[in-house]
């Protein structure tokens, strides 16, 4: 079934599904590492491109190729690359698109080890970086060398919740010829397109919202001409950072309800960061649903909706925040985002803890900035829960 002009929501359901000799309802899951060629000719076809079949699940997959075929529809990308994790996809970017002596822009507020691979690895091979505040289009421009190859941007950034223009961020780049990637992990593409403002590459943790259940841990890239997945796809084989099947068929799962997940996540979280606002105990709140956020008319421009994270800072500090962490009940205290469950987390100490303190607090990562990712269960709950433990400061 062509589902290209189906609603998102309908391609959720439908959209990379193949038929079986079944008449599976659902995509099964092919757990093979290896597939039996009709005849030799068969085998050297398959590797030379001239045959779809399949080879070897490092290489392809039919669960695998589902899941790509659903996320690039999604995207509205020309082909998606499974991986086994959003540091895998991160790390196929890096290989595959820079080279010794290519110079990367990114947001300064990026998951931590995003930075941190690059800062003390890929430096190792001649790869040079500058962290910038991109919530600023200007400092990216600041930053241009006559080597830059590539700008790389979370929005909203991971912990500070800054937001990027998208747009502006395209513009730039085509100026200078510099290839474009967007982290996307926060929205999910329920709620922002880069490839829509001419992003080059997206990627994903698909272990966050698009998955959302807490029990996969994956990741995913979309590239928006097949310049891109040429290059990135033999990339990802090589380095053997392929998705499982099994992976895959739980997170083609999870996505059936990502519309309808993010829709209560997103609800409850702007009761959330009302409620953080106005409480005596809290310092700042920083969430996109919120006229207080510095971007919140770009957020409304660019987002289909706010999303479902939220960062905040407890008046006290880091020692107030931990009496918060310490004594929620129904909330978790644990890394991770974008699941059903409500999860607290301290990024100075954890998620971010591996960047040098002073690039943290350039950052705008505070040590006593606590992250906080709304899940789908009662509103009423998740505040009675936030409210008895604001009590024991
Ligand atoms: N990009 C973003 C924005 C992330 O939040 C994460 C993980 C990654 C990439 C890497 O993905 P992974 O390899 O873990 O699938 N973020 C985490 C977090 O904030 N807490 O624990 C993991």
């Known amino acids: 079934m062509d589902t290209k002009n189906l609603g998102f929501e309908s391609k959720l359901i439908h959209a990379g599904a193949f038929e079986d000799q079944f008449g599976s309802a659902t995509v099964p899951i092919y757990q093979t590492s290896t597939f039996k060629f009709k005849s030799a000719d068969h085998g050297a076809a398959c590797f030379a491109g001239e045959s779809d079949g399949y080879i070897y699940t490092r290489i392809n997959n039919p669960t695998i190729d589902a899941l790509e075929k659903l996320v690039a529809e999604l995207e509205n990308g020309y082909r998606a690359i499974a991986v086994s994790s959003g540091m895998g996809a991160v790390n196929t970017i890096y290989m ?26 890929y430096s190792r091979f001649g790869v040079e970086s500058t962290y910038v505040d991109t919530s600023n289009a200007e400092n990216i421009r600041k930053a241009i060398r006559p080597n830059t190859k590539m700008i790389f941007i979370e929005t909203p950034a991971n912990p500070t919740m800054d937001i990027t223009d998208l747009a502006e961020v395209v513009k730039i780049a085509r100026e200078h010829n510099l290839i474009t990637v967007a982290d996307n992990t926060f929205c999910s593409p329920y709620l922002q397109h880069p490839l829509d403002f001419g992003f080059d590459v997206v990627f994903h943790s698909i272990t966050k919202f698009m998955n959302g259940h807490a029990d996969v841990v994956g990741g995913i890239i979309v590239s928006r001409e097949k310049k891109f997945d040429s290059i990135l796809r033999p990339m990802m084989i090589n380095m053997g950072c392929n998705m499982d099947p099994h992976q895959a068929y739980l997170v083609i799962r999870g ?47 660019q987002m289909a909706g706010p999303g479902a994270m939220i960062s905040f800072e407890v008046k006290g500090g880091i ?62 709950d998740i505040l009675a829960d936030l409210e008895q433990a604001l009590g024991r400061i």
């Open 255 to 301: 996505l059936k309800t990502l519309s309808l997940r993010m829709d209560r996540s997103q609800q409850s979280a702007q009761k959330i960061a009302q409620y953080l606002s106005d409480h005596p105990k809290i310092e700042w709140v920083k969430y996109p649903g919120l006229k207080s956020h510095p971007q919140y008319a770009l957020a409304t421009k």
């Open 96 to 121: 595959g698109l820079l080279s010794q002596g290519d110079h990367m822009i990114s947001s300064a507020a990026v998951y931590g080890p995003s930075r941190v691979v690059m800062e003390k690895h």
């Open 319 to 380: 020692k107030a925040g931990k009496i918060l962490m310490d004594n929620v009940k129904l909330c978790l205290l644990a890394v991770s985002l974008g699941g059903v469950e409500t999860l607290i987390q301290h990024p100075a100490s954890m998620t971010h803890s591996k960047m040098a303190a002073a690039d943290r607090l350039s950052a705008g990562i505070t040590d006593g900035l606590v992250r906080f990712s709304v899940g789908i269960e009662n509103v009423e």
